[in-house]
């Protein structure tokens, strides 16, 4: 697992904006009075949204703040999980599973592939600035091993040919950048398996529960 690095630049001020303000509030509404803080985690998340992927230092004094927690605790919540970034990764933010199910179906291959073709060393921009790349822990999708996630969407039942493409993608195709806004509405690259099989479905046809059309 590797280390969170916290980005030495920081923005001064961050505050939520209108519209995440009431997304906030409202999630804050959905705990019972004197237990606002277990919307840390939402908050964060909306936080990193809004700042293009990443959270600045002021983002959890912010939400220390809302939530009338210590500053250290939202920085413990921030600092532990991987799905927080604390310093500036790409629009692309390529996450690829190395535990162990996704390892030994060759997860390293994948990790090669974000080597050569986004960054030598993970966590670093590549060289146009749009993707960077990071090795996380199981993001539980081990029935389509090996797998990546790219912003929000997951990508299964990967291997080193498959990987390249959807990465070339990314990084070469000007109409990506262009529709970046709308990427998930477009699906392009379309996430999922790429075995063909509907989610994690047997590899070789289903053996059991055969007239239960939705097991
Ligand atoms: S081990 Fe990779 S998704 Fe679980």
């Known amino acids: 697992m590797s280390i969170k690095k916290v ?28 237990k606002q803080k277990s919307a840390v985690m939402p908050l964060l998340y909306i936080a990193q949204n809004q700042n293009h992927n990443w959270i600045p230092l002021a983002a959890i004094k912010y939400i220390a703040k809302v939530l009338s927690m210590p500053y250290i605790k939202v920085y413990e919540v921030a600092t532990f999980y991987s799905m927080y970034n604390l310093s500036p990764v790409g629009k692309y933010f390529v996450q690829i599973c190395t535990t162990t199910p996704c390892m030994i179906r060759g997860a390293y291959k994948l990790v090669e592939v974000c080597k050569e073709k986004i960054s030598e060393k993970e966590k670093s921009l590549s060289k146009d600035g749009k993707c960077s790349w990071m090795e996380v822990e199981c993001l539980g999708a081990c029935v389509n091993a090996p797998m990546m996630q790219i912003n929000e969407d997951y990508y299964e039942d990967l291997d080193k040919e498959k990987c390249e493409k959807i990465i070339n993608q990314i990084i070469n195709d000007k109409k990506l950048e262009e529709i970046i806004e709308t990427i998930y509405q477009n699906k392009i690259p379309k996430p999922g398996s790429y075995s063909g099989r509907i989610n994690a479905e047997p590899v070789n046809n289903r053996k059991t529960l055969l007239g239960n059309k939705n097991a």
Do not use: T
């Open 7 to 34: 980005s030495k630049e920081q923005p001064d001020k961050f505050e939520f904006n209108p519209k995440n303000l009431e997304i906030a509030n409202k999630i804050i509404s959905n705990y019972p009075k004197g």
